[in-house]
């Protein structure tokens, strides 16, 4: 049988080293460890075929809308070209070269969110020791990590790093940080007994795992797996697996560039056919080829001017403002994309120990003598203290047992609690967190000790106990915590109800009390202590002593988290705990912070058991799951996906990454995590906190918001400006006009400068503080809920831009003329010369385009908000950035700049009454229709 595929921990350490070849006591031979070394290969990480830096930049342009606009640079450069060999200045140069740009900063942009997220294994490689301590030949030799191979025997010591997967034949009070594979937070005590073939990962105590740490203890192990088959390589293997799916948003606005493209094309083939119908049903002199040659060209530069340049660059920066927003509420976002996709979580699911939890076990109750105790105060901060029944604080006086039981707390104890000068309240720890919560207890009972410190006998797993003898004032005491069940046993007497009594009339009571806190999931410890003389023995130390009471104690849950997840739910977010503890801790803290009142749990070893099927339909009511292990993570990940959930995904370890890096947004932690985990992850939580997970929803759905209204912004005015010209383009026919209402760059400048510079502020839009009372959105419905103000608005804003450029030539023109307020325009009017015709031409093109400048800025203020008015979200970046794009308006248009523009100045208030009186239209016609929503919905400005 092959190393890889043994199952060690369910057999004898004799029947491992005979399957393996190898000799305990002797280890291999230098010989044949080189032949092992050919046949297995290196102990490393190995990568599969690895997406190049090139690969990863040119997948950027995989896109349809960049597809589009690289179609559009490309027909630029043609068009441009065939303008000079007219003898023609082409400006379409211009357009090429600004399109260009921006799909190039996007692509770098993209590039560096993409590759940072493929380091993950990089950083897990980092984590693997250098040296091992093996056995051969029978001597101990450090050799080179790559070197150890399935056979040999390794010897550990305490602050060893595992190299490989082993099977432990030798362990002395050994203990392993477990945290990167399993979650466990405390670490795990190693023990030599064989264990069922199916026992979970975490339960496995008789191995030890490559790339854990050795806590304590010492010991020897066989060398079982390497390289890739240990389960460290099989969580490097999944994380190299490009099993990422594009997130919604990537998929809406691929529907939407296929879209765009589909109706620009329209557009281009009505315009041209229109022109060819003309040419030749309705002849005229000259060359027909070149008039149709011509045709085509103004139909290819005006679907060219269509397409919405700026989109790409405005999706950048608002959801990099989004990054940046929901920084500020401690969830750092790696990749943009996760910023919109936060929005759409319907679940998440949460690992409980320092997410749910504080991740500072706290003492939560004591058994004092008979009597049970609440412990006001949690985690590490020193405030509270000891409460009785009637909720008044215990005080210490001459209570001598109350004073000798803390003195167990603070002395029995190898912790380092430290208030902080700053802030007293606060402490800085360093020690085993059990410890730690005892001292923290102790502290907040203002116990004063003068003791001094003589022996020590240290915790080991046969004794499940610990003692220290102290002098007190000048008394010698033995004090004891561990296992209540072992200290029961070893007793003379107890306490209870304030009398010492042999420990035969206590025994049933304190047992009774140990499974009822027990049941309440705390870790419960035993207290005792035992008066010494001078000149005793080590035996006496943990013999007849006095037995105190007990200590229950656990990790609790977050202040903030209850309330969160109320808020989540509310907002049809589902939270689903994912742990690698007991089922009966997990359902106990579920319970505690509200998010099941159901005693009911699914292991990992009754999943382990369950077709996909039965996952699926256990999913639907099931809330918690125990004992689980980072396969079980991402099944339930890829289940969840599969019924077409929304998931966000925490994580901590290494064992953690593939799931976290397989959700639709995966989540690390900022503090307890691992460098592999953040990596692979889209967020990093900067405190650890589940809350932290709901606020970074809540503001993704406001940038959800927010987007839909720049895309509303953009395609209105886009659609605004297709129309405009589709409709103008057959008015003009008719009507025998020098030209088109605006020119090809006239729609560029509005599509760059006037559409984007203001769309790239509305990220800062301030989140409705009603957002979270609405449910998921289901689907990718973001073009769906915009589609039908968008052609509204597209469709009234032309008509106006068209009813405007009319009157301007039937009404105003010859108004104006006839009232002599510009001399140009009375020219054109009186002598009909060439020169005063393009006056008249310019002018009413400049209106026209200042009228879309003004429209398109005042209009962008009805975007900050989908249903309500304008006015309830104020926006000062977006004041400055709409004050911006109407200052180079007015450059444009009073400097010679205005030349490239085919624009002229606007001397006469007339001029602006006309542009200001269209654009306000707009803006007030959109509010009446959000106004008209409000009451169809029944609901008001302050709600949604």
């Known amino acids: 049988m092959k190393a890889e595929e043994l199952n060690v921990h369910a057999l004898k350490t004799e029947e491992v080293t005979e399957e393996l070849e190898t000799d305990i006591q002797n280890g291999l031979s230098e010989e044949e460890a080189q032949k092992r070394l050919e046949k297995y290969g290196p102990n490393e990480l190995k990568e599969t075929k690895r997406v190049t830096a090139w690969e990863i930049f040119f997948s950027q342009f995989k896109d349809f809308l960049i597809y589009l606009l690289f179609f559009a640079i490309a027909v630029s450069i043609i068009i441009g070209f065939y303008e000079i060999s007219q003898g023609n200045e082409p400006s379409e140069f211009v357009d090429a070269l600004v399109i260009f740009i921006i799909l190039i900063v996007n692509a770098i942009l993209g590039f560096y969110q993409e590759y940072k997220a493929e380091q993950a294994l990089e950083s897990l490689k980092k984590m693997a020791p250098r040296y091992a301590k093996v056995i051969r030949d029978g001597k101990v030799r450090e050799i080179d990590i790559e070197d150890v191979v399935p056979g040999d025997i390794i010897q550990i010591d305490e602050g060893d790093k595992i190299p490989a997967d082993a099977r432990l034949t030798k362990a002395y009070s050994l203990y392993a940080d477990e945290a990167i594979l399993t979650g466990e937070s405390q670490p795990v005590e190693k023990e030599l007994k064989i264990y069922d073939v199916k026992t979970m990962l975490a339960d496995r105590k008789n191995m030890v795992f490559s790339n854990t740490i050795i806590t304590r203890g010492n010991g020897k192990a066989i060398v079982v797996r390497t390289g890739m088959d240990t389960e460290v390589g099989k969580i490097a293997e999944k994380i190299q697996q490009d099993d990422r799916e594009k997130s919604p948003f990537q998929k809406e606005v691929d529907v939407f560039g296929k879209k765009i493209g589909i109706l620009i094309l329209i557009i281009c083939a009505i315009v041209f056919l229109i022109e060819v119908v003309l040419i030749v049903f309705f002849p005229e002199g000259g060359n027909q080829f070149d008039k149709i040659i011509e045709a085509f060209k103004i139909a290819i530069s005006l679907a060219v001017s269509a397409v919405p340049e700026g989109l790409v660059v405005v999706i950048t920066v608002v959801m990099s403002i989004g990054m940046r927003k929901m920084a500020a509420r401690n969830a750092l976002v790696k990749t943009l994309t996760a910023v919109e996709t936060l929005g759409r979580v319907n679940i998440i699911c949460s690992d409980k120990t320092g997410t749910l939890t504080k991740n500072e076990m706290t003492v939560q109750k004591v058994y004092i003598g008979g009597k049970?105790?609440?412990?006001?105060?949690?985690?590490?901060?020193?405030?509270?203290?000891?409460?009785?029944?009637?909720?008044?604080?215990?005080?210490?006086?001459?209570?001598?047992?109350?004073?000798?039981?803390?003195?167990?707390?603070?002395?029995?104890?190898?912790?380092?609690?430290?208030?902080?000068?700053?802030?007293?309240?606060?402490?800085?720890?360093?020690?085993?967190?059990?410890?730690?919560?005892?001292?923290?207890?102790?502290?907040?009972?203002?116990?004063?000790?003068?003791?001094?410190?003589?022996?020590?006998?240290?915790?080991?797993?046969?004794?499940?106990?610990?003692?220290?003898?102290?002098?007190?004032?000048?008394?010698?005491?033995?004090?004891?915590?561990?296992?209540?069940?072992?200290?029961?046993?070893?007793?003379?007497?107890?306490?209870?109800?304030?009398?010492?009594?042999?420990?035969?009339?206590?025994?049933?009571?304190?047992?009774?009390?140990?499974?009822?806190?027990?049941?309440?999931?705390?870790?419960?410890?035993?207290?005792?202590?035992?008066?010494?003389?001078?000149?005793?023995?080590?035996?006496?130390?943990?013999?007849?002593?006095i037995y105190l009471g007990l200590a229950g104690i656990i990790d609790p849950a977050r202040d903030e988290v209850k309330n969160s997840i109320k808020i989540a739910r509310k907002a049809g977010i589902r939270t689903i705990m994912i742990t690698g503890d007991h089922k009966i801790t997990a359902i106990a803290i579920a319970n505690e912070i509200g998010l099941t009142d159901k005693e009911e749990a699914i292991t990992g070893a009754e999943l382990e058991e369950m077709t996909d099927e039965e996952l699926i339909k256990r999913l639907e009511n099931t809330d918690i799951f125990a004992r689980v292990t980072s396969e079980h993570k991402l099944r339930i990940l890829k289940t969840l996906k599969s019924m077409d959930y929304i998931v966000s995904m925490t994580g901590d370890g290494v064992n953690d990454a593939p799931a976290v890096k397989g959700a639709n947004v995966g989540v690390s932690m900022g503090i307890k995590g691992t460098e592999v985990t953040q990596e692979a992850s889209d967020m990093i939580l900067l405190d650890d906190d589940y809350s932290t997970i709901v606020a970074a929803i809540e503001e993704g759905r406001g940038i959800f918001e927010t987007t839909k209204g720049f895309f509303r912004y953009m395609l209105s005015t886009n659609f605004d400006e297709i129309f405009l010209i589709l409709v103008a383009y057959i008015v003009i026919k008719f009507f025998s006009f020098a030209a088109l209402p605006i020119t090809p760059i006239q729609i560029l400048w509005l599509n760059i400068a006037t559409d984007g510079i203001p769309a790239m502020v509305l990220g800062f839009t301030p989140t409705d503080p009603d957002v979270m009372n609405d449910k998921p959105r289901e689907g990718f419905s973001l073009i769906t809920e915009i589609k039908g103000p968008v052609l509204f608005l597209g469709i009234y804003t032309s008509i106006t831009d068209i009813t405007l450029y009319l009157l301007l030539w039937f009404v105003l023109f010859p108004a104006w003329a006839q009232a002599g307020i510009d001399p140009n325009l009375t020219m054109a009017y009186v002598t009909k010369g060439s020169v005063a015709n393009i006056y008249a031409t310019s002018l009413s093109q400049t209106i026209i385009f200042t009228n879309l400048v003004v429209c398109e800025l005042l209009f962008v203020y009805s975007c900050t908000s989908n249903k309500k008015p304008f006015w309830l979200f104020p926006n000062k970046h977006l004041f400055w950035a709409t004050a911006l794009s109407f200052g180079l308006q007015l450059i444009i248009l009073y400097t010679p700049l205005g030349i490239a523009f085919d624009v002229v100045p606007l001397l006469h208030p007339y001029y602006w009454f006309a542009v200001l009186i269209a654009g306000f239209s707009v803006v007030v016609v959109d509010e009446l229709r959000k106004w008209r929503i409000r009451i169809k919905e029944g609901t008001t400005i302050f709600t949604s």
């Open 372 to 545: 049970e105790y609440d412990i006001e105060g949690i985690g590490y901060n020193l405030e509270g203290g000891i409460i009785d029944d009637s909720g008044k604080a215990v005080k210490i006086d001459d209570n001598v047992y109350l004073k000798r039981y803390l003195e167990v707390c603070e002395l029995c104890n190898n912790s380092t609690v430290t208030p902080r000068e700053d802030n007293p309240v606060k402490t800085d720890v360093i020690g085993d967190p059990t410890e730690i919560s005892l001292k923290v207890l102790a502290k907040k009972m203002n116990i004063e000790t003068n003791a001094e410190k003589i022996d020590e006998i240290p915790f080991n797993s046969d004794r499940k106990m610990m003692s220290v003898v102290v002098k007190i004032d000048g008394q010698l005491f033995s004090l004891i915590k561990g296992a209540p069940d072992v200290l029961i046993q070893k007793a003379g007497k107890g306490l209870l109800n304030g009398e010492i009594k042999d420990i035969s009339e206590i025994k049933e009571n304190y047992l009774s009390k140990n499974n009822n806190f027990a049941e309440e999931a705390l870790r419960v410890l035993g207290i005792a202590y035992k008066p010494l003389n001078e000149g005793y023995s080590e035996e006496e130390i943990e013999q007849d002593f």
